[in-house]
């Protein structure tokens, strides 16, 4: 086969669907079905990260990422889905060359289907679009109205929220002022907590490990670490320790903390976990509560709030995980 040179925009493109259908073809026939229903070439483009094993087959970053974090659920090295390599981030590499290409094809607009250089999209969908979702301007005193951009003219002239009478308006205003509310308790809790006398804060690395159950399950603990003088350990648990985490999409991240120490006294503490120094995984900050004493030194598995299952694998498919842990001891 004669290789030319490819100068035409969609030249380029038509080349790369068709080698994509041809990987997806090929995944099909060496087993890794589940990976190639999901290689279209839309989702594809659409992923930030293409890696390539050692044998130079492509893989996107949520199919490497997913690949990664199912091997450690199933206690099994990650291995290529095109020629069972064993892959890992070590092992495996970016392919810059595809990426640029990639990043130079036309992609679809979700609002109004039309094709955008990948340059010009982000603008195009913000700024441009007579089809993006927008909100009325009104939004603030109440109207729940959402559409495409060109029909938000027609709709501000009949909004009706502008001739609302003062007590409408003071209505919607106060369940406004109560999801707000709701919103700054938590800033408003840390900032209390931020004022106590004990405060003690540490990184936490936790390192996976099995049961030891005829079917082993995978859980993560912490060396003992000390805070607030007192000696600590962190443990967690992928799906609350479901048979099979590996086969099911949804999955997410448990944990208890265990005090070590022995007290005299009851110790009431709040924390929460928070992402590490150097880590870019998406958690919500979410303050617990607990009382421990010499009897009950354990706080119950409360869920580690990371946005959603994307971000749970990014967790799983990494050697340890390294979060910040934040202890406040409330005096009496």
């Known amino acids: 086969v004669t290789c030319k040179a490819v100068t035409k925009q969609s030249e380029r493109g038509s080349a790369i669907h068709f080698l994509l259908l041809s990987y997806k073809s090929s995944a099909s026939e060496n087993g890794a079905g589940w990976l190639a229903k999901s290689w279209e070439p839309g989702a594809f483009f659409s992923m930030f990260g293409l890696w390539l094993c050692t044998n130079g087959h492509l893989m996107c970053a949520g199919c490497f990422i997913h690949l990664l974090a199912d091997a450690r659920l199933k206690e099994e090295q990650a291995t290529c889905p095109n020629c069972r390599c064993e892959i890992s981030k070590s092992l495996c590499c970016r392919n810059l060359a595809v990426e640029k290409a990639v990043s130079e094809l036309p992609s679809e607009c979700g609002f109004c289907m039309r094709q955008f250089p990948r340059s010009l999209l982000e603008r195009h969908q913000k700024e441009e679009c007579q089809d993006r979702v927008t909100q009325c301007r009104y939004k603030r005193i109440g109207c729940p109205w959402q559409g495409p951009y060109h029909e938000l003219t027609g709709h501000e002239a009949e909004c009706t929220h502008p001739t609302k009478t003062g007590n409408e308006l003071m209505e919607i205003l ?159």
């Open 174 to 332: 106060d369940e406004m002022d109560q999801t707000h509310k709701k919103e700054m308790q938590l800033y408003n809790s840390i900032f209390s907590l931020l004022s106590f006398e004990k405060i003690g804060y540490t990184e936490v690395q936790f390192r996976p490990y099995r049961t030891d159950d005829f079917i082993t399950r995978l859980y993560y603990e912490t060396p003992r670490f000390t805070v607030l003088n007192q000696t600590w350990v962190l443990k967690a648990r992928v799906n609350d320790s479901e048979r099979n985490p590996n086969l099911s999409c949804k999955r997410t991240l448990s944990f208890q903390l265990i005090l070590k120490s022995k007290i005299s006294s009851p110790m009431e503490c709040s924390f929460l976990l928070l992402k590490g120094p150097y880590d870019d995984v998406k958690i919500n900050p979410v303050i617990y509560h607990f009382i421990f004493t010499s009897e009950n030194n354990e706080t119950e598995y409360v869920p580690l709030p990371i946005i959603d299952s994307v971000e749970c694998n990014k967790l799983l498919a990494a050697k340890n995980i390294n979060l910040r842990l934040f202890i406040f001891q409330i005096q009496k």
